[in-house]
């Protein structure tokens, strides 16, 4: 089960953080929690994933240096700090959980390769 929330309307330059609260098979077997994006009329695409294990984390290049990812595994929860948003970053953000976590981690964003989703959490970033 996987729990999104932090979604809101932000001025562009602003910032978001986004939490993931996960639980159930993520409790016992090894894991990766990602991000995906999916703005109106467009597909849904990858932006973040973190491996549960070694805390190994990818980004999507249109947010590297703006978007950071974080675990806190003591509260089962993946944090996506947003930074310097823009009018593109507005979406539906959704979290996902691989388990176990994928040889093509962070080398690939295939919807179908990821086992759990959560439900969105909206951004709205103005400008």
């Known amino acids: 089960q996987l729990q999104a929330s932090g979604g809101g309307l932000v001025q562009a330059g602003g910032s978001l953080r986004l939490s993931c609260v996960h639980s159930?098979?993520?409790?016992?077997?090894?894991?990766?929690i990602g991000w995906f994006r999916q703005a109106p009329g467009k597909e849904r695409e990858g932006v973040s994933c973190?491996?549960?294990?070694?805390?190994?984390?990818y980004y999507v290049d249109s947010v590297k240096g703006r978007f950071t990812i974080s675990s806190d595994n003591a509260e089962n929860t993946v944090y996506l700090q947003l930074n310097s948003l823009k009018p593109e970053d507005t979406a539906v953000y959704y979290c996902?959980?691989?388990?176990?976590?994928?040889?093509?981690?962070?080398?690939?964003?295939?919807?179908?390769?990821?086992?759990?989703w959560g439900q969105g959490t909206q951004v709205t970033v103005s400008s």
């Open positions: 159930g098979a993520t409790a016992f077997d090894p894991y990766a």
């Open positions: 973190i491996s549960g294990s070694d805390g190994a984390t």
């Open positions: 996902a959980a691989q388990v176990p976590p994928r040889p093509s981690l962070g080398s690939s964003w295939y919807s179908f390769e990821w086992d759990y």
